[in-house]
Structure formats: structure tokens, C-alpha cells
């Protein structure tokens, strides 16, 4: 059974940072791509970053480039995203994805983010 439990969402001012992780069970992680996307209000789900190839490889949406970093711990099965200079836009349900190989996608609960001063 896939389970994908998510923490670290939460309020922040403008500029600040936060860092969500995502603890994963229930599949192979070292070979899953594990990404992370998010809905901001009145809008749909978009992708923001992902890690695959054991986390040799990443990829990023480019509003997020140079200021997100996604990491994964392969040894404890977990991914995080570090999002630094969060502006007020930055605020939406983030998603833990996870896409084993072989099987289909699996989403998180969704930790929301709140940027406000």
C-alpha cells in the first residue's frame, strides 16, 4: 500500500523560506520519480519540480528555478523541496507525486503554503 505523508506546509512572510518533505512507503523509492506540484486558488494543478534517475537527475518549472531545490534521501525514502524567496504567488497546496516504475502516479494529501505579512 502507497503512502505518501507529507509535512513542513504552513504560513510564511514574503522572502521567507519553508521546506516540505514528503516520507514514502509501500514502493521501490530509489527508482521512482518523486516530484512535487502545486494548486494555487482558482487554478489548476501544475508541475513545479521533480527528481528522478535516484535523484541524479532534476527538473524544474522555470518560475521556480534558482530558488526551489528538490532533494531525496533514498535511504529513509523521503523527498523534500526547499523553497526559498517565497513570494505572496508562491501560496497554494503543495503535492507530494510519486510515480514508481511500472505503476501509476500517487499524490499526497497537499500541505498548504501560505505566503501574507
Not at 504567488?89 to 498548504?112: I, K, M, S, T
Request: glycine letters at 10%.
Amino acid at each position: 500500500q502507497v503512502q505518501l505523508v507529507e509535512s513542513g506546509g504552513g504560513w510564511v512572510q514574503p522572502g521567507g523560506s519553508l521546506r516540505l518533505s514528503c516520507a514514502a512507503s509501500g514502493f521501490t523509492f530509489s527508482t521512482a520519480a518523486m516530484s512535487w506540484y502545486r494548486q494555487r486558488p482558482g487554478q489548476v494543478r501544475e508541475f513545479v519540480a521533480s527528481s528522478f534517475n535516484g535523484g541524479r537527475s532534476t527538473n524544474y518549472e522555470n518560475s521556480v528555478k534558482g530558488r526551489f531545490t528538490i532533494s531525496r534521501d533514498n535511504a529513509s525514502n523521503t523527498v523534500y523541496l526547499q523553497m526559498n524567496s517565497l513570494p505572496f504567488e508562491a501560496a497554494a497546496v503543495y503535492y507530494c507525486n510519486a510515480h514508481p516504475l511500472r505503476d501509476h502516479a500517487y499524490w499526497g494529501q497537499g500541505p498548504q503554503v501560505i505566503v501574507s505579512s
